[in-house]
DNA sequence: GACCAGGCACATC
DNA sequence: GATGTGCATGGT
């Protein structure tokens, strides 16, 4: 983890989350930014490569080895199990930590093919509860990446909390320093109406306030959520 | 050249 | 249980 982001320590005084405004920050969010429509993939398999290359990495970077896999017709559970080492490295080399995410994609790879034969849709039309837990048994999969494959590709709605969002609620008050994944989650969870496509807009939305406002100086100007 | 990015596992205390 | 560290490329 690097622990040498230039945000500052200080957040502001907290408000009570209550559902009125999480909703109003979604509509401001939405409003500023438009619907972000993700997640950028075009197969469910694909979600789930993706969710473990990005793991504390630019997703330009995700994309580039994304476009490798594909050129090597590896981005399908049997075209990337059948994919040699050497080659599985040099096509994700770009999305950074690849030794270890090669690893983790291959554990997942052998979950796939042990208990569920390499049938990813049984596999995703677990019960939500179970399949998370399976998820989290994969070692390279916590709670970021097994709720992202959750929401993006089995399509529960599940509310994906990351760095993102909890820079951007902590320094707007609405949640306090040092929160944890699961605390998070569950005031959102708890606040909005279930909706698969509402968490997946909210969670980007989320993405790109961070992005835009929350990385560079001046930090939060111009923010859509000064105020909120 | 330093900082940062859509985490996670593991060691150590 | 909390904290620190390694993993690595590419953009700013």
Known sequence: ?????????????????????????????????GPQHWWP????????VGAILTQNTAWSNVERAIGNLKAAHAMGP?????????????????????NIKAARIQHFLDFLYGPYQGNLEAL????????????????????????????YAAERPLFVIDAYTLRVMTRH????????????????????????????????????VGKRYCRTRPYCQGCPLENS
């Open 1 to 33: 983890m690097n622990h040498t982001q230039g945000t500052p320590k200080k957040s502001r005084k907290r408000t009570p989350l209550r559902q009125k405004n999480l909703l109003r920050i979604y509509r401001s969010l939405l409003s500023h930014f």
């Open 173 to 208: 008050g609405h949640f306090p320093e040092g929160i944890g994944y699961e605390e998070a989650q569950h005031w959102f969870m708890r606040l909005l109406p279930p909706q698969v496509d509402l968490f997946k807009e909210y969670h980007a939305l989320l993405v790109a």
């Open 124 to 151: 995703l039309r677990l019960p939500t509860d179970l399949l998370r837990e399976e998820l989290l048994h994969i070692r390279g999969i916590g709670p970021e990446t097994a709720d992202s494959i959750i929401l």
């Open 41 to 48: 993939a075009e197969t469910r398999f694909e979600v789930i």
């Open 78 to 98: 049997e075209g990337l199990r059948n994919l040699p080492l050497p080659r599985l490295l040099q096509a994700i080399r770009p999305s950074g930590y690849f």
